[in-house]
């Protein structure tokens, strides 16, 4: 899937994963189609199990369903962002891949408000998937088109909202909205980098920044209109 | 034979007119003469009212005679009148039942009571249910007329239980301001009826809406998960997993967007042609959309990119990318594809696609078109930008809308 702009999967060392899912043939499908250096140390179907799993492999990164029955969940929020929150502080190291089949903005800005290091569509390969948790797992962030489109849209980009200093949360800067365009219009990492002569690096760093952002802002558009619009 | 639409009353005389060809005064007139063999004419009347229908046409009935107030006020008057036939009776009844005239006067005070509740229960439906869809009669019509009606109930129930009549006829007197009293209660039942359907109403939608969250969650979790599984293990490109995304677009659509009428922004007609594309071609197409554009589907950049997007499914297929955003200035629009890519120069001059139906057809709107390859020089990216001062303008649409050829 080209619109998973990870990283190349030139890491030459292995990954460990764990996948949570509540469906036991898509967890052994993703299973099967993971790159080779990626090694999945642990599964889970629940928010509970979910949580001990991470806790207990403490793995590199997790794949995680946003949409995951547990009991205790609050109302509003998915299971997967629930798993961040309970097992976050217990594994620093870990970071999270939110994994979707929902276009709901709600959903996936929710996993990534909670801490997920990006998203991508249950409909990817393997390839694409492995991709990303290697783009993860070097602390790299994952956007895709809808996503970045999403980050234009709520941080009024398109109005010509842009932010004067490089700190503030609630606008982007112009450089990081040029790359979230080209984002957006499918370009890969590397491709933005040759866009607009940068490298791979700083185009890497904008979109963590964005992706912070979008993490920490308290821009009433980013849950307003991920309710109202379902842009993702 | 059908009734107006705009009426004096309820359209039963213009209509009959019309079609016997005679003038509405007599066609009235016979009505009213017909009345008096036993009440023909009025039965005739509410007959033809009952089955007659609306003439053709959209226009909502209008009626220039102020029914309600007519009926209240023929309500006040036949009231008025049994108040002084009582009066009559009061002054001499020995005299009266002597005479044997008795029940004869008794008779028409009893119609008098009973035909001033009925007209008044009258007025009160007929505002409710006919003139209520009528804003020119005013938001406090159906109130006033209620109001003027119970007031005159109220009047008539008191008379008759204070009034010497109680004394000397008990019972028929009880009858009457028993019908008085219940006719309170049929002047609001209307209103109760409306708000009770209106309540069901109410509560069958939310039964409805509830029970559609529940399928959708539970679709989500089971058959959009599968869908989702089919497309990945398929490989992304194969007829079965654009079938699978095809079937989860719609039912995705179905689930999550309700009764929300489609809009025909620019990013929504894209997004529903790229689905129509996905189905023919190999190729899945990913539409993004920033800003809310004011551009119309109907316009030329959206007739350019839709001719762009036709051709990167037909020729590079794979993935391909559309980035439509709306800014105060301008619409831009980008398809990109990742296909082998070709040079503008090799295209021979009988094809007209790109040159026509896209650049063409943005320079003849007012806006630019360009056709360049795509970053990293794989595949091919068209860009049209159109400045939004001519966004949704009337360029000479009908004459380039026919002529682009397709490819």
């Given amino acids: ?232 | 034979m059908s009734r107006p639409r705009a009426c004096v009353a309820t359209g039963v005389a213009a209509g009959l007119a019309a079609h016997l060809g005679w003038p509405v005064l007599v066609v009235r007139a016979a009505f009213v003469v017909a009345s008096f063999a036993a009440g023909a004419g009025v039965l005739l009347y509410v007959w033809l009212w009952a089955l007659t229908p609306w003439e053709a046409g959209e226009a909502r009935p209008s009626r220039s005679a102020p029914v309600a107030w007519l009926l209240v006020s023929a309500a006040a008057v036949s009231l008025l009148a049994a108040a002084a036939t009582s009066s009559l009776l009061a002054l001499d009844p020995l005299a009266v039942d002597a005479v044997d005239g008795g029940s004869e006067a008794l008779g028409s005070w009893l119609f008098a009571v009973f035909a001033g509740v009925g007209l008044a229960v009258a007025s009160g439906a007929w505002a409710t249910f006919i003139d209520r869809p009528e804003p020119e009669r005013g938001p406090r019509h159906e109130l006033t007329i209620r109001l003027v009606a119970t007031v005159l109930l109220v009047v008539t129930a008191a008379a008759l239980v204070l009034g010497p009549t109680a004394a000397w006829y008990p019972a028929p007197t009880f009858a009457a301001a028993l019908a008085a009293v219940l006719g309170i209660g049929l002047v609001y039942a209307p209103t109760l009826v409306t708000a009770w359907r209106e309540l069901t109403e109410e509560r069958t939608k939310r039964i409805r809406e509830e029970q559609r969250s529940e399928i959708a969650a539970h679709l989500h979790d089971s058959v959009l998960q599968t869908l989702a599984l089919i497309q990945n293990r398929a490989g992304a490109t194969t007829e079965v997993a654009r079938i699978a995304r095809a079937q989860e677009r719609e039912l995705r659509d179905w689930l999550f967007d309700g009764e929300a009428p489609a809009d025909s922004d620019l990013g929504t007609d894209l997004r529903d042609f790229a689905a129509a594309l996905e189905i023919d071609y190999p190729v899945t197409i990913d539409v993004v959309a920033v800003g809310s554009s004011s551009e119309r589907a109907s316009g030329e950049v959206a007739a350019a990119a839709r001719e762009a997007m036709l051709n990167a499914a037909r020729h590079a297929g794979g993935e391909v990318s559309v980035y439509v955003e709306a800014t105060p200035d301008s619409v831009e629009v980008f398809v990109r594809d990742r296909g082998d890519g070709f040079d503008l120069v090799d295209v021979p001059s009988d094809r007209l696609g790109v040159r026509q139906s896209i650049i063409g057809r943005m320079r003849r709107a007012g806006g630019t078109g360009e056709v360049r390859p795509g970053a990293g020089g794989i595949g091919t990216e068209v860009r049209l930008r159109f400045p939004a001062e001519r966004v949704g303008g009337a360029g000479p649409a009908g004459i380039i809308g026919t002529e682009g050829s397709r490819g």
């Fill in chain 1, 1 to 232: 899937m080209a619109d998973t702009t990870g990283a190349d999967t030139t890491a030459a060392t292995s990954v460990r994963v764990v996948i949570v899912d509540d469906h036991s043939i898509f967890r052994s499908g993703l299973k099967a189609d993971l790159d080779a250096s990626i090694e999945v140390v642990g599964e889970a179907h629940d928010v509970e199990s979910a949580v001990a799993a991470v806790t207990d492999a403490a793995p590199d990164v997790v794949l995680l369903d946003v949409h995951l029955p547990g009991v205790g969940v609050p109302a509003g929020t998915s299971g997967g962002a629930e798993v961040i929150r309970r097992a976050a502080a217990s594994v620093p190291g870990t970071r999270f891949l939110a994994l979707s089949v929902s276009d709901k903005a709600e959903d996936v800005v929710g996993v990534i408000r909670a801490g997920a290091r990006g998203y991508i569509t249950k409909g990817s390969s393997g390839a694409d998937v492995s991709r990303a948790v290697h783009a993860v797992a070097s602390g790299d962030a994952v956007f895709s088109p809808k996503l970045a489109g999403f980050v234009l849209d709520a941080f009024g980009a398109a109005v010509g909202e842009t932010a004067a200093a490089s700190d503030e949360l609630d606008r982007l800067s112009a450089r990081e909205q040029e790359v979230m365009r080209l984002i957006a219009r499918g370009y890969a990492y590397k491709e933005v980098a040759a866009a607009l002569f940068i490298s791979t690096k700083t185009v890497e760093s904008h979109v963590s920044a964005v992706l912070r952002k979008l993490q920490l802002s308290s821009r009433h558009e980013l849950t307003a209109w991920a309710n109202a619009r379902r842009l993702l």
